[in-house]
T-cell receptor
Framework: GENVEQHPSTLSVQEGDSAVIKCTYSDSASNYFPWYKQELGKGPQLIIDIRSNVGEKKDQRIAVTLNKTAKHFSLHITETQPEDSAVYFCAASKTSGGYQKVTFGIGTKLQVIP | KAGVTQTPRYLIKTRGQQVTLSCSPISGHRSVSWYQQTPGQGLQFLFEYFSETQRNKGNFPGRFSGRQFSNSRSEMNVSTLELGDSALYLC?????????????FGQGTRLTVV
């Protein structure tokens, strides 16, 4: 089955600096890669996603890159703010047997220090 | 548009008991997925329901079961609770997960087994 590895498990950055979280996946059939942000006491919220026919996608301070050959994708947050502090999950998804199968990474706890 | 609603938010049960958790998806969404979230294991997929049918199942014992009603609301049941079942249980709804559509998570039910 699919295996998604996420690094680092914890990340501390100074406010204003950039943060990068990396994920690798094993199944070349995976074609959809969402990123979720989970704040304390809340469920995960989709913040950005990318499909396998695209190499990069940007939404304001957040960007995601995908390297299909190397099977890795990354989340980039620029000009970090204290409200960016949360746990971030990557996921790899593919269609199998008529349904979408999603595998999540273990999560990265990001702390933005004011 | 109302989000995904999970009830109850918190639950304390005794080992050996059973529990039922409820999830009301976003109006119009027919796919509901359930996940178990623990600090060490991250988000683990339990099962997915679409139009009242279980379409996909993760690697959990038979003590974990679910169902979906005609209005797309879903319930998850865990019988003979064990201490290791203590976790945050999340449900996610989408219009059709098989098409790779975006999934929206609820806030989760925090289950504590004592």
């Amino acid at each position: 089955g699919e295996n998604v590895e996420q690094h680092p498990s914890t990340l501390s950055v100074q406010e204003g600096d950039s943060a990068v979280i990396k994920c690798t996946y094993s199944d070349s059939a995976s074609n959809y890669f969402p990123w979720y942000k989970q704040e304390l006491g809340k469920g995960p919220q989709l913040i950005i996603d990318i499909r396998s026919n695209v190499g990069e996608k940007k939404d304001q301070r957040i960007a995601v890159t995908l390297n299909k050959t190397a099977k890795h994708f990354s989340l980039h947050i620029t000009e970090t703010q204290p409200e960016d502090s949360a746990v971030y999950f990557c996921a790899a998804s593919k269609t199998s047997g008529g349904y979408q199968k999603v595998t999540f990474g273990i999560g990265t706890k990001l702390q933005v220090i004011p | 548009k109302a989000g995904v609603t999970q009830t109850p938010r918190y639950l304390i049960k005794t080992r050996g008991q059973q529990v039922t958790l409820s999830c009301s998806p976003i109006s119009g969404h027919r796919s509901v997925s359930w996940y178990q979230q623990t600090p060490g294991q991250g988000l683990q997929f339990l099962f997915e329901y679409f139009s009242e049918t279980q379409r996909n199942k993760g690697n959990f014992p038979g003590r974990f079961s679910g169902r979906q009603f005609s209005n797309s609301r879903s319930e998850m049941n865990v019988s003979t609770l064990e201490l290791g079942d203590s976790a945050l249980y999340l449900c996610a709804s989408s219009s059709d997960r098989a098409r790779g559509t975006e999934a929206f998570f609820g806030q989760g039910t925090r289950l504590t087994v004592v």
